[in-house]
């Protein structure tokens, strides 16, 4: 079955340390992105990539850094300079066509300590 | 700057009722809105989307209206059943190349009550 994997699911990290996480798609989506939830805040974007070796910073972009080495990957690395890291974070995929709905992976909830 | 606002945090409504889910904009541009549900702990999957050049478009339970003069849209899902409670996102696509990000609302929880 086609879908996005998120790894890992519940994460802790302690203050200072960077984390990263990971998302793959097998649904041959060009588009890739990255939102993270807090409560009562909705999902705001991170960060996202149309293209491979190409990608654009989000509205909340500051303390996080992302890669798009292959098609099928996204990781998101939450670094030390995060001030807020704490929250669930989800990876997204699209055909950025029309409506451009976004198929989301399970979701990573990252704790730190 | 809140382009996507849902000034609803909750609802709740008797089973077999009609929920309705309302949502603003701010935005001129945007071309397409979207409205995802959400359960805990899981990703949002997509429910329905309507072209801005539209006023209504069906799917089910599941009908969106849209009032481009008035920056609002609203989720309709007749008949309600518990399977319906969840969080639910409304979201907006801007138009334009290198524009297709959605842009989301901060969420409306849904009650069904039994």
């Known amino acids: 079955d086609g879908g996005i994997t998120q790894s890992p699911k519940y994460l802790f990290r302690k203050e200072g340390q960077n984390v990263t996480l990971s998302c793959e798609q097998n649904?041959?989506?060009?588009?890739m992105y990255w939102y993270r939830q807090d409560p009562g805040q909705g999902l705001r974007l991170i960060y996202y990539?149309?293209?491979?070796?190409?990608?654009q910073k989000g509205d909340i972009a500051e303390g996080y850094s992302v890669s798009r080495e292959k098609k099928e990957s996204f990781p998101l690395t939450v670094t030390s300079a995060q001030k807020n890291p704490t929250a669930f974070y989800l990876c997204?995929?699209?055909?950025?066509?029309?409506?451009?709905?976004?198929?989301f992976g399970a979701g990573s909830r990252l704790t730190v300590l | 700057d809140q382009q996507v606002k849902q000034n609803s945090p909750s609802l709740s409504v008797q089973e077999g009722r009609i929920s309705i889910l309302n949502c603003d904009y701010t935005?001129?541009?945007?071309?397409?809105f979207l409205w995802y549900k959400k359960y805990p702990a899981e990703g949002p999957t997509f429910l329905i989307s309507?072209?801005?050049i539209k006023d209504k478009n069906e799917d089910g339970r599941f009908t969106v209206f849209l009032n481009k003069s008035a920056k609002h849209l609203s989720l309709h899902i007749v008949p309600s059943q518990p399977g319906d409670s969840a969080v639910y996102f409304c979201?907006?696509?801007?138009w334009g190349f290198g524009n297709e990000k959605l842009t989301f609302g901060t969420g409306t929880r849904l009650t069904i009550i039994p």
């Open positions: 990539s149309q293209i491979v070796n190409d990608f």
């Open positions: 979201a907006a696509k801007e």
């Open positions: 309507i072209s801005s």
């Open positions: 649904l041959n989506h060009d588009a």
């Open positions: 935005n001129s541009m945007f071309d397409y």
């Open positions: 997204a995929s699209s055909v950025p066509t029309g409506a451009n709905v976004l198929t």
